[in-house]
């Protein structure tokens, strides 16, 4: 079946550093992927997608290509901000499953 | 566009007893996901509806039900709860599941259950 698998948190970084968080995913068929962020006491909120390879989606300066040949989607952003401290969830949706799979979840935080 | 609401925020239940859990999508959206997130299993899904049937189900008990109602509203019943059950239960709302490649699922806040 389907599966996601995301670098282990937690991920801790100062203001102004760069974010790589890895994601690499498994799947029978030609997925949508994604980047979900949860902020503490709310539900998931859609980051950015990608729907077919090569495809950069991007958001709020974050930025995920996807690719086919290595099986990822890996999130990065250029400087982070304190304001970015969440938990990001990498997911894809597959059609043919007629399911999303989620990874379980990156808990960020960035220290002034 | 208000977006996906859940009702209530918060449960306090003992074992043994049930519950109910409401959920209404985004306005235009036919499809409702439910997902149990849980800090040792992560985001698990539960049942997708679509147009009032039960399209998809994940590996979950008999425990756990679902039903649509024709204005796209969803419910999601626990019976009988155990400990294991205490959970953020998360909706999402889609155009058609989410999984179409111009689709997106949009969350809800998610109702927060405590099992005593």
């Known amino acids: 079946g389907d599966s996601v698998t995301q670098m282990e948190g937690p991920v801790t970084l100062s203001e102004e550093a760069f974010l790589t968080i890895n994601c690499t995913y498994t799947?029978?068929?030609?997925?949508?992927l994604f980047w979900y962020v949860q902020y503490p006491g709310e539900g998931l909120q859609l980051l950015l997608k990608a729907t077919k390879a090569d495809d950069k989606g991007s958001n709020k300066g974050f930025e995920a290509t996807y690719r086919k040949e290595t099986t990822s989607f890996h999130l990065e952003k250029g400087s982070v901000q304190v304001s970015d401290s969440a938990v990001y969830f990498c997911a894809l949706s597959d059609q043919e499953a007629g399911k999303s799979t989620f990874g379980d979840g990156t808990t960020l935080t960035v220290k002034p | 566009k208000a977006g996906v609401t859940q009702t209530p925020r918060y449960l306090i239940k003992t074992r043994g007893q049930q519950v109910t859990l409401s959920c209404s999508p985004i306005s235009g959206h036919r499809s409702v996901s439910w997902y149990q997130q849980t800090p040792g299993q992560g985001l698990q899904f539960l049942f997708e509806y679509f147009s009032e049937t039960q399209r998809n189900k994940g590996n979950f008990p008999g425990r756990f039900s679902g039903r649509q109602f024709s204005n796209s509203r969803s419910e999601m019943n626990v019976s009988t709860l155990e400990l294991g059950d205490s959970a953020l239960y998360l909706c999402?709302?889609?155009?058609?599941?989410?999984?179409?490649?111009?689709?997106?699922?949009?969350f809800g806040p998610g109702t927060r259950l405590t099992v005593l």
């Open positions: 799947a029978t068929g030609y997925p949508s």
């Open positions: 999402a709302s889609s155009l058609f599941g989410g999984v179409a490649p111009a689709d997106t699922q949009y």
